[in-house]
């Protein structure tokens, strides 16, 4: 059997989970209305079926002052019950188990009825927390315990209270969050208090037969955080309160730390759960950049864990345990770490998707059925788009063929997996490959049919997916030796010097400064070890919170990122992951010029304008990442000469074209053909 650990149940409260894969906690957007709720059910129906042995849902909260937002989901009275029947029994009829995470928000709710330990505000929200009182606290407790007793009732089979983050739990047990010198701060014991009592009493009234999950912080990374020693202690006392299962959390939200992005090492914390588990005695899961089964198997194997957990990997495929059962992981459609339709979606209050799957969280509106009539179908283009269309349409039962220009698939994807820390890019590509074969399409490498041969051959159908290509400024001297455009650079047709000007400070700029810059790790210790030290992670612990000073490597090169707009570069990167590139870029010396002009290129540089006046950088190379263009004009052709073609992806538009809109616009394409 493939992943004999991995798939190996386990007995948690006394309740059988039919394998190790645990779906972790995310927020879609869904949790929030119950008119949501039944395309929720579907969305963890879906998981379910794909084989994951226990689901958790997003956060819900105990009351009002715990929500995440107003109005977001909660679960505080019988009312509120039956929405979540829908989703216990949809995973349940599937043969999953289903814990509702009990999320108090504290000070990090987006709203003025938020309470915390103290009325401290937090560096990521603009509202400051009444600090709650005696009374308050009770009541807090009692809503916490009446939560897990309505989620009993509703048919789960536990609750995870979400200790981490710097969520409230986790604001009582920091002292970076909790100044009170009361019985519920002060000392260790009490401001480990609440986190006791939430379990003490919950375990109290749910009885001995449901899952009481804990989601503890193994990692704070805020200065003022816990020490390992308190947490391992915190562990044990948890567990005498009746904790069933520990979940690993890292880094609270403020952190300045990354945590998931694509730039954290697979399994980058797993040393984390592992300290957890030789401190305690309930299974223990693992977390956070775990999208591989073998990485899985691995952890599992070697004992640092019982379980894992994943979210976004199940976003990007439902089907990643039956795929990883049945012996084709290779199927699999991995998780790139990129947040760009999942987290960053919710950040904007918008529901979650996921950027190689846009069919996550819209199970019930992007529905790919068998085809009514087998149809002979053709993709012009195989990047991200044309991929995603080639794909689907074939899943549909379609006689796909798929024409590429290169020798290799993948467009503009294979400019970004050549990125330090979009190495995961590499993975989509297999996935698209294997795929490809397996279904059957005829793929058509290096060639690019003109609009007579396809007539010639009477497709039924056309898509084209002739993609981007990059635009050429109208700066003097552009065609200079030292001039290279990003494709050349990223595909390594050209290097650049020591010195380098970036033209364009969109995704692009972004990602060549970090190939210029980052050092490429060799191996897997290398990568955590050059993360850790990067970001000033203690290994140890030792540190409150696990932080030290960051140690930067040497910049490779000198680097200067420019773009015409006055206002911050890179702007327009994710809420999510924008920051860790501005900080990574900084920390590696690159020099970010806004409100330039370019005056032109010579052999001493590059002339502009700048806010301080007229200025020459004088560089080795000038990489030019002015975002694209789109080669939409053979789409008119095929269209003009009465051909059935549909252009989708960058064909179509180039204006604010990303990989997501690529792949939504292609699946979306072939699940009407
Ligand atoms: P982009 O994000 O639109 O950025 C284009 C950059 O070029 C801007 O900084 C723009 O700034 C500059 N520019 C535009 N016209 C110019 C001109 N005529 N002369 C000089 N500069 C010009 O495009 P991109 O960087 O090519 O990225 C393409 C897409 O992929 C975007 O949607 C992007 O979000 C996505 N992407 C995202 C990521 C990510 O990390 N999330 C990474 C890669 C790509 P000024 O006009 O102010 O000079
Ligand atoms: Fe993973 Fe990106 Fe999909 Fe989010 S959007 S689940 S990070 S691939």
Redesign the pocket.
Same mark, same amino acid.
Request: proline fraction near 6%; aromatic fraction near 6%.
């Given at each position: 059997m493939p992943y004999p650990k991995l798939l190996e149940p386990i007995c948690v409260s006394g309740i059988t989970l039919r394998n190790r894969v645990v779906m972790g906690s995310m927020h879609t957007g869904l949790e929030d209305r119950a008119r949501d709720y039944p395309r929720l059910a579907e969305y963890f129906r879906e998981r379910a079926r794909g084989g994951v042995g226990l689901v958790v849902t997003g956060g819900i909260a105990p009351n009002r002052s715990g929500w995440v937002a107003p109005f977001a989901g909660k679960l505080a009275s019988r009312r509120e019950v039956a929405r979540h029947r829908l989703v216990t029994a949809a995973v349940h009829e599937e043969g999953a188990r289903v814990c509702l995470q009990v999320l108090h928000t504290g000070r990090y709710g987006y709203h003025p009825l938020i309470v915390a330990p103290s009325p401290l505000r937090a560096p990521i929200n603009r509202f400051t927390p009444r600090a709650l009182g005696v009374a308050g606290i009770e009541r807090q407790l009692g809503d916490f315990v009446r939560t897990a007793t309505l989620a009993r009732e509703a048919g789960y089979d536990g609750i995870e209270v979400m200790g981490s983050e710097g969520y409230l739990v986790n604001q009582f047990l920091a002292p970076r969050t909790n100044r009170r010198s009361d019985e519920w701060g002060g000392s260790r014991e009490a401001r480990a208090r609440f986190a006791i009592e939430v379990v003490r009493r919950t375990r109290a009234a749910v009885g001995a037969d449901f899952i009481l999950m804990f989601r503890i912080s193994g990692l704070d990374l805020v200065e003022e955080g816990s020490t390992l020693e308190d947490t391992l202690w915190l562990a044990g006392e948890l567990e005498r309160a009746g904790v069933s299962l520990f979940d690993t959390g890292i880094g609270w939200h403020e952190a300045r730390v990354p945590t998931i992005a694509g730039v954290v090492p697979r399994a980058a914390f797993a040393w984390v759960t592992r300290r957890l588990k030789a401190a305690t005695r309930v299974p223990v899961v693992a977390t956070n950049r775990i999208n591989d089964p073998s990485v899985a198997e691995d952890l599992l194997a070697a004992g640092v864990a019982d379980l894992v957990s994943l979210a976004r990997p199940l976003l990007a495929d439902p089907q990643w345990v039956a795929k990883a059962a049945a012996g084709r992981a290779d199927e699999i459609n991995t998780c790139i770490a @990129?947040n760009?339709s999942c987290l960053d979606r919710v950040f904007e209050g918008r529901r979650a998707s996921c950027l190689v799957n846009p069919r996550a969280a819209r199970e019930t509106e992007l529905v790919v059925a068998a085809a009514r009539t087998r149809r002979r179908v053709a993709v012009v283009g195989a990047g991200p788009a044309g991929l995603a269309a080639a794909v689907t349409a074939a899943e549909r039962g379609h006689e796909v063929t798929l024409f590429e220009r290169e020798a290799e698939i993948g467009g =503009?994807f294979r400019f970004?997996r050549e990125?330090p820390g979009?190495e995961e890019f590499h993975e989509t590509l297999r996935y698209f490959r294997v795929r490809l074969a397996r279904l059957g399409v005829r793929l058509r490498l290096g060639s690019a049919p003109g609009v007579e041969e396809l007539a010639g051959q009477g497709f039924d159908a056309i898509v084209v997916a002739t993609g981007?290509r #990059? &635009?050429a400024? !109208?700066?003097p001297g552009l065609d200079h030796p030292s001039v290279i455009s990003?494709p050349d650079l990223l595909a390594g047709r050209r290097d650049a010097g020591r010195r380098v000007a970036v033209?364009? /400070?969109?995704?692009?700029?972004? $990602?060549v400064a970090t190939f210029l810059t980052a050092r490429r790790a060799t191996g897997k210790e290398d990568a955590l070890g050059q993360f850790a030290a990067e970001w000033g992670i203690d290994l140890d612990i030792r540190a409150p919170g696990g932080l030290v000073p960051p140690s930067a490597p040497p910049a490779r090169r000198q680097v200067w990122v420019? =773009? &015409?707009?006055p206002g911050r #570069?890179g702007a327009?990167?994710?809420a999510t992951?924008?920051w860790i590139?501005r900080h990574a870029l900084r920390q590696r010396g690159v020099t970010f010029l /806004?409100g330039?002009q370019?005056r032109g290129v010579d052999d001493r540089g590059l002339h502009l304008d700048a806010q301080d006046g007229p200025t020459c950088l004088e560089v080795d190379s000038i990489v030019? @990442?002015?975002? =694209?263009e789109s080669e939409s004009a053979f789409g008119e052709a095929l269209r003009s000469r009465g051909l059935p073609a549909e252009s989708i992806g960058g064909a179509r538009l180039a !204006?604010?074209? $990303? /990989?997501e &809109?690529a792949i939504r616009e292609g699946t979306e394409l072939a699940a009407r053909l």
């Open positions: @990129c760009q =503009q970004a990125v979009k981007v #990059p &635009r400024p !109208a700066i990003y033209i364009g /400070a969109g995704g692009i700029g972004f $990602d420019l =773009q &015409r707009k #570069p327009s990167l994710g992951t924008g590139h /806004a330039v370019y030019v @990442c002015a975002g =694209q !204006a604010e074209l $990303d /990989a &809109r």
